[in-house]
Nanobody, 129 residues
Framework: QVQLVESGGGLVQAGGSLRLTCVASGRTFSYYVMGWFRQAPGKEREFVAAISRISTSTEYADPVKGRFTISRDNAKNTVYLQMNRLKPEDTAVYYC??????????????????????WGQGTQVTVSS
């Protein structure tokens, strides 16, 4: 019921910044908890950040706390991930994901990828040393 399209990835030097953008189709964006996940080659997809429906709460994975900020603009059907002080270990494909609160009955910004119902195609972030 929703399509997600990420953009903003690229190649940056360690210590640099990127802002990822995810634009959702549909008219029910405000009903979704939104999250960002990432996956490096040979590794499991891992949680990065998530945000509640009206931005009242957020969750961050420990490795990105203090460096990454998730935000959303429901009027634009958009969620962002501001990434600062990037490290080589941040290199991964980054995915945005939507958790349908009406479908799941879950309203918290979940860290569990299994809770999410829709996924974007991913955008590559590469951080050079």
């Amino acid at each position: 019921q929703v399509q997600l399209v990420e953009s903003g990835g690229g190649l940056v030097q360690a210590g640099g910044s990127l802002r990822l953008t995810c634009v959702a189709s549909g008219r029910t964006f405000s009903y979704y908890v939104m999250g960002w996940f990432r996956q490096a080659p040979g590794k499991e997809r891992e949680f990065v950040a998530a945000i509640s429906r009206i931005s009242t709460s957020t969750e961050y994975a420990d490795p990105v706390k203090g460096r990454f900020t998730i935000s959303r603009d429901n009027a634009k059907n958009t969620v962002y991930l501001q990434m600062n002080r990037l490290k080589p270990e941040d290199t991964a494909v980054y995915y945005c994901a939507a958790l349908d609160t009406a479908y799941s009955g879950r309203y918290y910004p979940s860290r569990d990828l299994k809770d999410y119902d829709y996924w974007g195609q991913g955008t590559q972030v590469t951080v050079s040393s």
